[in-house]
């Protein structure tokens, strides 16, 4: 059974740090990775896919790698800003065929900016 | 730039009673899901649905959740008779085409809350 980790749980940086979030998956059978954004009683906004055979997207700030081989996936934020405060997740999809494309998520990262 | 969009926002019920969550996914996308997040933890996946019937389900997804999509917008999510630990967010996602690397879409969630 996929398990999706993702590390640290929360993090408190300055305004304008770089920070890297971390994403470990137990099961390298994947067919793509999401991070997404969650506002506090918010919905999910999906931020980058990785397909599993790239080995990284970008998007403005944002900077999405995968290591599908070891499990690993991270989300690069540069010159973090107080609006990027937020939950970050990270989900799994499946390389099963078959219609099994229900995503596996990590309990996620609490990203506080300090202004 | 289209959304997926969910009713109520937020649902109070007594225990034992029938809901039916609300959804209309993106107007051109083929598969939906519907994903639930109780409070402080993981979001998890419930049912995943394509051609007017399920092609995905979790163990979560028992015989008190039903699926259905009554028309060509709709796709909603029934339980039958809620239980406490039936409280959670619930988010319904679409996906487009048959590209499996087409990403999933989440709505901003129905809070439902069981008493």
């Known amino acids: 059974k996929q398990e999706v980790t993702q590390i640290p749980a929360a993090l408190s940086v300055p305004e304008g740090e770089n920070l890297v979030l971390n994403c470990s998956f137990t099961d390298s059978a994947i067919y793509n990775l999401q991070w997404f954004r969650q506002d506090p009683g918010k919905g999910l906004t999906s931020l980058l896919l990785i397909q599993s055979s790239q080995r990284e997207q970008t998007s403005g700030r944002l900077n999405a790698s995968l290591d599908k081989s070891s499990g690993r996936s991270t989300l690069y934020i540069a010159a973090s800003q107080p609006g990027d405060s937020a939950t970050y997740l990270c989900?799994?999809?499946?390389?099963?065929?078959?219609?099994?494309?229900?995503?596996?998520f990590g309990k996620g990262t609490h990203l506080i900016i300090q202004p | 730039e289209p959304e997926v969009t969910q009713t109520p926002s937020h649902q109070v019920t007594q225990m034992g009673q029938e809901v039916i969550l609300r959804c209309v996914p993106i107007?051109?996308?083929?598969?939906f899901y519907w994903y639930r997040q109780i409070l402080g933890q993981k979001v998890e996946f419930l049912v995943s649905?394509?051609?007017?019937?399920?092609?995905?389900k979790s163990e979560i997804f028992d015989d008190q959740f039903s699926v259905e999509r009554p028309d060509g917008s709709n796709f909603t999510l029934k339980i039958r008779s809620t239980k406490l630990e039936d409280s959670a967010m619930y988010f319904c996602?679409?996906?487009?085409?048959?590209?499996?690397?087409?990403?999933?879409?989440f709505g901003p969630g129905t809070r439902l809350t069981v008493l």
């Open positions: 996602a679409s996906r487009g085409t048959f590209s499996s690397y087409n990403e999933q879409f």
């Open positions: 989900a799994v999809r499946p390389a099963a065929g078959g219609g099994a494309d229900g995503l596996t």
């Open positions: 107007s051109n996308h083929l598969y």
């Open positions: 649905f394509y051609n007017n019937e399920i092609s995905e």
